[in-house]
């Protein structure tokens, strides 16, 4: 079977997309929208004709009754065209974060359960080999019983635009071994002092070459989090303006060893293992093993399309499903709605779901 795709959003991201399924045997791009008709015009190499570009992702729809969109606009743009698919019946795989904020979010959700399509967020490293084989050892019990997951962010952004554009990869590799939280408690600082409503900014205010993801405060953070059976969890925003690719992962500390993974795709070993709890002095950490992961041909991103179309087959739930992502961005919003509370532990699923800076801001 040859799968019908459409692209919304042919900026940066949706040229990717495009690029990848013309490499894709069983998948045929036959519609592209985007509001801009330069945007859309820039396109034509890869064989859409003109017919089939639009400016109206309803009539796109509509017209080509696809069996999947790929929504990869900025995040303001997920939400309407992603729902219009998902009521259509038509499979989506959308690019993270999910949405602007959580009610966004459990629209989509509820879309996708409602019709039957499927709901993917594009966070890749659900399908990591690293994180997959790193799951394998867990469940084989080679470092015991899980204490914490931590998060490793790669830095080069300023942490406001982290917390969103980065920061829900690193959650989401934190789910991979927490199971969903049940608490979070964070801090948020800018320029040395406590964020305060005053410091809200929209996200390309803060980072005008960086995609906008919303509203955003803060260039350093940290939160910790409760997962079930006792599991805690951390996560550091240092606000470093160098990018270090190979500090991108997370690490799992067990009762009985640790696991290193880290998330880059260049990096000939994305998974370590340390078969001991604690690391020692810090001439101890040439202890740290190499372990293979399963070899691979396809990169995450064909992996996703294979795993999303898996998926609508047999009827399970793609890697990175709606509620995953949708759980992956709350541990972020989760760290603004408890700071603006004084930093204490708030309850995971959040009663409030509008971005908690928007309801911080109309506050005051």
Avoid at 221 to 232: I, K, P, T
Wanted: include cysteine; proline fraction near 5%; aromatic fraction near 6%.
């Amino acid at each position: 079977m040859v799968y019908r795709v459409v692209l919304v959003g042919c900026g940066g991201m949706g040229r990717h997309h495009l690029g990848v399924l013309a490499e894709l045997e069983g998948f045929d791009t036959v519609g592209l929208c985007d509001v801009s008709a330069a945007a859309l015009a820039h396109q034509g190499e890869h064989g859409v004709p003109e017919s089939a570009r639009f400016t109206d992702f309803a009539a796109m729809y509509d017209e080509l009754e696809p069996d999947i969109a790929v929504v990869a606009t900025q995040t303001r743009g997920h939400h309407a065209p992603a729902v219009a698919a998902l009521e259509r019946g038509i499979s989506v795989l959308c690019e993270k974060p999910i949405a602007i904020d959580l009610a966004e979010a459990d629209e989509m959700v509820s879309a996708a359960e409602a019709g039957g399509a499927k709901l993917a967020i594009n966070q890749q490293n659900h399908v990591n080999p690293g994180i997959l084989r790193a799951q394998q050892m867990v469940t084989e019990g080679i470092i015991g019983d899980i204490v914490m997951v931590r998060g490793r962010n790669k830095h080069g952004r300023k942490s406001g635009n982290e917390f969103t554009e980065m920061g829900t990869h690193v959650t989401d590799m934190m789910l991979c071994f927490g199971s969903e939280p049940e608490w979070v408690a964070g801090t948020v600082y800018w320029q040395g002092r406590p964020v305060e409503p005053g410091g809200i900014m929209e996200a390309k205010e803060m980072s005008p070459r960086d995609r906008d993801s919303g509203p955003v405060a803060g260039d350093r953070a940290v939160a910790q989090y409760g997962f079930a059976g006792g599991v805690l969890g951390e996560i550091h925003f240092l606000g470093y303006e160098t990018t270090l690719n190979t500090n991108y992962g997370v690490d799992v500390l067990g009762t009985e060893g640790q696991l290193a993974v880290r998330a880059s795709g260049s990096l000939a070993c994305s998974l370590w293992h340390l078969p001991r709890p604690m690391e020692g002095l810090p001439s101890d950490l040439g202890d740290w093993q190499a372990m293979d992961t399963p070899s691979v041909d396809a990169t995450p991103i064909v992996t996703m399309y294979g795993e999303l179309v898996a998926a609508m087959e047999s009827g399970a739930e793609p890697p990175s499903s709606g509620r995953e992502g949708r759980w992956a961005f709350e541990m972020i919003l989760g760290i603004y709605e408890s700071h603006r509370r004084g930093g204490g532990r708030i309850t995971l699923p959040m009663s409030e779901r509008n971005h908690p800076l928007e309801v911080w801001r109309a506050s005051i």
